[in-house]
């Protein structure tokens, strides 16, 4: 008998704890019904801003004057102690009632800094791009494991049933791909949905059909579904099958509005930077990222591989002139638009990156991976605005206070919108499976 029989026969044999039977049944039958965390959490919603390919913290949210002196003093670091220190190319100051420096890479959305929360102790598991990329984002740089989108997804359920309840606007692949999206071992239905933008942001999204042909169609093969189902007892992936049939119809009726900007004032497309019409970049992007959250959706990835390509500046720094500049002004008019609309509070925007570059030179003119320190920042749903945790020394080789795993990072997430990251788990193989493994601390000064 599998759970779904077992839960039916309960009902029937006994009225016996009716609402939590129901509820029970309801979460065995739709991977997407609404769930409550394990407690009142202050966001909604995520907002997860991703920059692949390694940001450089000591040319962005951690300034380090200390570099020209020990590129002065040909003070020597690195692997092999025979690479000279890197100076940052950029000028910074101090923005806000908190005093937050930043380099003028991203003075726009410095202008916000009594609403973030920097971290400049963040450290990973790893080195090289597509193991760290999977570990910010699954808690795992070795095996495939979920998403957080998809942990979320699987702890929240949906506010929306005719949107995913994950939702990656990605115009390009990033480091280790489509596997930073994905549920894995969780239902299928927790997937990340990837948005591409462009004149087709979705495959197929235009119906071919009448929508009551089309209703038809799908409650005809559903009927098939549901008796194979019914048949061979549990099936994970035909269930997911179905339920992406039925998430699919429901985008064809929702999604188009939400691209739909033609009801956006000129000012609201102003503050993101983009021009009446526009369909592709990341301002493109963020917009689309509220107007998704507006709608229920609970958590928006928002991938930026840059025109320019990504973050990855082996050779050349000053390429982070352009990539800044693709995302710096639309970052800082998410957060505006989000907060004059009520909206930042009940949600989380994260900024992160797989981990930062090395403050030693590299090639002719760049910075070397650098796992050891890096920066990411909070605003938002449950977090203090204005702050700064955590220090690294004087060139930003090592931290010296408040060490951040990103254990600790994704489980502060979590505890955001209502999850002690301990308890929201999935049995697997025989095991309890979690996005923090058995390891990770919730930063409780940064909370709100």
Known sequence: ????????????????????????????????????????????????????????????????????????????????????????????????????EVTDLFRHTAELADDLCVIRSMTGDHNDHFQAAMGVHTGSVTVKRPSIGSWVSYGLGTENRNLPSFVVLAPQLPYA?????????????????????????????????PEKMQRLELDLLARFNRRHLNERGADPALSARMKAFETAFGMQSEMPDVFDFSKETDATLSLYGLRRGGNTGFGWQCLVARRLAERGVRFIELIDTGSSGNWDVHGEIDGMNALAGNVDRPIAGLLRDLKSRGMLDETLVVWTTEFGRSPWLSGKHGREHYNKAYSAWLAGGGIKGGVVWGKTDEVGAKIVENTVHVHDFNATVLHCLGFDHTRLTFRHAGRDFRLTDVHGNVVKPLLA
Do not use: C
């Open 1 to 100: 008998m599998n759970r779904r029989q077992l839960l039916r026969s309960m009902v029937a044999g006994s009225t016996l704890l009716p609402a939590i039977v129901t509820d029970l049944l309801a979460a065995s039958t739709d991977p997407l019904a609404p769930r409550a965390p394990h407690f009142a959490g202050k966001a909604k919603r995520v907002i997860f801003l991703y920059m692949t390919g390694g940001v450089s913290h000591v040319d962005t949210f951690d300034p380090k004057p200390g570099l020209k002196t020990a590129a002065e003093r040909g003070v020597k670091a690195g692997r092999r102690g025979d690479q000279t220190y890197l100076p940052a190319s950029w000028s910074a100051k101090r923005y806000g009632g908190s005093g937050l």
């Open 177 to 209: 791909g489509s596997q930073v999206w994905s549920s894995d071992f969780l239902p299928g239905a927790h997937g990340g949905t990837r948005v591409t933008g462009g004149e087709e942001p979705v495959a197929d999204l235009q119906r071919r059909a």
